[in-house]
């Protein structure tokens, strides 16, 4: 079974430029998660979708920030205009579970570093 | 929300040690997971652990949801052990979706 993909690896940019991530989840899995690993620090939840539906945003700051799942599998996260302070590794994982509390295990992709100058 | 505290926060070994990493959680939880991230920063699930013990090679975890920890042990260290260990918890909260939550993570470092 192929892991959770994510492109790019990695990624550089100034200030003010925008940024796109992909990530394509596990072969089946309904749930798909973003989050945001700062350096020295635990991964902290973006995103969560459920198929293409969104269920939790709450720490998404969402004046920069967007992220969509088309057709319930691939997603994008984007980044417009960055900051320093967002560089970091962002990380897409998946788990199983289709509907309801996702208790599931959570499989995580390489993640994408991003340095923003 | 909830909060999820790891100790120690950094631990030097020399290989063939055992050790015990230590998690502690401020409310009840749904879901208990250990992740080992790599040096190239790969997070791999090491165990999905509400509660008991499960054990897997040279690991083992065991989960007390009323006291709220969770320990992972590591006996034999290898220096491919090295890296950032995490406990990650899940709590819904009452509602139908909850969020996992990480904490700050233990750096093991083996050396030969």
């Known amino acids: 079974e192929a892991g959770v993909a994510q492109s790019p690896r990695y990624k550089i940019i100034e200030k003010r430029q925008s940024v796109a991530f992909w990530c394509n989840p596990i072969?089946?899995?309904?749930?798909l998660y973003w989050y945001q690993q700062i350096l020295g620090q635990g991964p902290k939840l973006l995103i969560q979708f459920q198929n293409n539906g969104v269920v939790d945003d709450s720490q998404l700051p969402k004046d920069r920030f967007s992220a969509e799942r088309l057709k319930g599998v691939d997603s994008t996260l984007k980044i417009q205009p960055a900051k320093l302070e967002d560089s970091a590794v962002y990380l897409c994982a998946s788990s199983r579970n289709p509907s309801g509390v996702a208790t599931d295990t959570q499989y995580f992709g390489p993640g994408t570093r991003l340095t923003v100058l | 929300g909830i909060q999820v505290e790891q100790s120690p926060p950094d631990l030097i070994l020399q290989e063939g040690a055992n050790s015990t990493l230590r998690c502690n959680f401020s409310d009840s939880v749904n879901n208990l997971q250990w992740f080992h991230q790599n040096p190239w920063g790969q997070l791999i699930n090491l165990f999905y652990?509400?509660?008991g013990t499960k054990q897997n090679g040279r690991l083992s975890a065991t989960t007390v949801a009323t006291e709220r920890y969770s320990l992972l042990y590591i006996s034999s260290s290898q220096t491919t052990d090295s890296g950032v260990y995490f406990c990650a918890v899940y709590n819904a909260g009452g509602t139908s979706y909850g969020k996992l939550t990480f904490g700050q993570g233990t750096i093991l470092t083996v050396h030969p």
């Open positions: 652990i509400p509660s």
């Open positions: 072969s089946g899995h309904a749930t």
